[in-house]
């Protein structure tokens, strides 16, 4: 490469002081919402009521909540239902079946998540943190650097919000739910790790503790925080990891991932290894295609060797199309070379796929959420 990638510091940290989001009942477990509500004063057993409206009605409006006594719904409302975030803006593509919404949160922070319905699926894209502090340098959140970690309510909400829209017949194809979540939104999902595996609890709880989703409808994505990879192997929620790699040598991937300056391509693609011989589930391989960058034949070659190495059947490859984004100098490769290097990988017998860029036009798909009024 002809010039050094300029990027942005890397920063694992939120910024301090940073005021916390209200307490809601999406944060808390059960036992600890019915403790919430006796600590003030409240009965205990209207946890349960206010759980099964928010996560098996998908109700939204207080008044509809008619079996909590009118007297007590206000303060009930207050202690476990505050308002999280507020839509400002939401754009469609794909005949209205994808959805980007831009939220403000509590303190004017600024996120993005994104609806997509498919024929036989509805795939909920949420952010998790405010910004993101990994300073990849074709990606416009990066850009932006990190304001701070969402809390697990705030993640929680994106999905119901969705979950919402679905089941009230707003999204063309009639009534629906949402049937998989992938935490390929803003941030990096490992940074904040508390909160997402809270989410991922939440998601999967059965109703109306949770929105009663199979784990396996779950993916997580990570640029690869070794230590979180690990971590959540041992969390004994079989959800799918889905590790971005966007270069199969250190020498690159350091330049386009700068996390690599701290875990090498070795060492992030074992964690990933490992996670699968933990959870039996099959890691997907995030690969952005990047004109002239990563695209080379070679590199696919050397892709699938460092894949193979660990040993077949463990990994699938999800190519995607460089999303292009503003005054950038990166774009999507030419589709003679992705064609090649489809057919590299799958000549050594590494499964792979070529990702449908939904949402490019409303800036909606992978790496062009930047949450902008």
Not at 139 to 151: D, E, F, H, V
Not at 194 to 208: E, H, Q
Not at 295 to 301: G, I, L, M, N
Request: neutral net charge; contains cysteine.
């Amino acid at each position: 490469m002809s010039e050094p990638i300029k990027t942005l510091p890397l920063v694992l940290n939120e910024p301090r002081g940073r005021k916390k989001p209200p307490r809601h009942l999406a944060d808390l477990d059960e036992p600890g919402r019915k403790a919430l509500l006796e600590e003030m004063g409240l009965p205990g057993f209207r946890a349960k009521q206010l759980s099964t409206h928010y996560f098996g009605r998908l109700v939204d409006d207080p008044e509809l909540m008619t079996d909590l006594p009118a007297g007590q719904r206000d303060d009930l409302v207050a202690a476990l239902l505050p308002e999280l975030m507020t839509p400002l803006r939401t754009m469609e593509a794909d005949k209205g079946t994808t959805r980007k919404t831009l939220w403000k949160l509590f303190d004017g922070a600024l996120v993005e998540s994104v609806l997509m319905r498919y024929p036989d699926r509805a795939t909920m894209c949420v952010s998790s943190q405010a910004g993101c502090g990994m300073a990849c340098p074709f990606c416009a959140t990066g850009m932006g650097g990190l304001q701070r970690n969402m809390s697990t309510a705030e993640i929680v909400e994106q999905v119901v919000a969705g979950a919402r829209s679905l089941h009230r017949g707003e999204v063309p194809g009639g009534p629906g739910r949402v049937s998989n979540v992938v935490f390929m939104g803003m941030g990096e999902p490992l940074a904040n790790y508390k909160a997402v595996v809270g989410a991922v609890r939440r998601l999967t709880d059965p109703s109306p503790a949770g929105l009663g989703m199979s784990a396996r409808g779950v993916t997580v994505s990570t640029v690869g925080l070794v230590p979180r990879i690990r971590q959540l192997a041992d969390e004994g929620i079989p959800v799918t990891l889905a590790l971005s790699l966007h270069a199969p040598d250190d020498e690159l991937r350091n330049e386009l991932v700068p996390i690599n300056t701290r875990f090498s391509v070795a060492e992030t693609v074992d964690a990933a290894h490992e996670y699968f011989a933990k959870t039996h589930r099959r890691v997907s391989i995030e690969y952005a295609m990047m004109r002239g960058i990563n695209d080379q034949a070679h590199r696919a070659d050397l892709l699938a060797d460092v894949l193979n190495e660990r040993g077949h059947g463990w990994v699938h490859v999800n190519l995607i199309p460089l999303n292009p984004i503003e005054g950038s100098k990166w774009t999507a490769s030419d589709p003679a070379d992705e064609r090649e290097f489809v057919r590299r990988l799958e000549a050594k017998g590494v499964p792979t796929t070529v990702r449908d860029t939904r949402g490019r036009e409303i800036d909606g798909a992978c790496g062009q959420l930047a949450a902008k009024e």
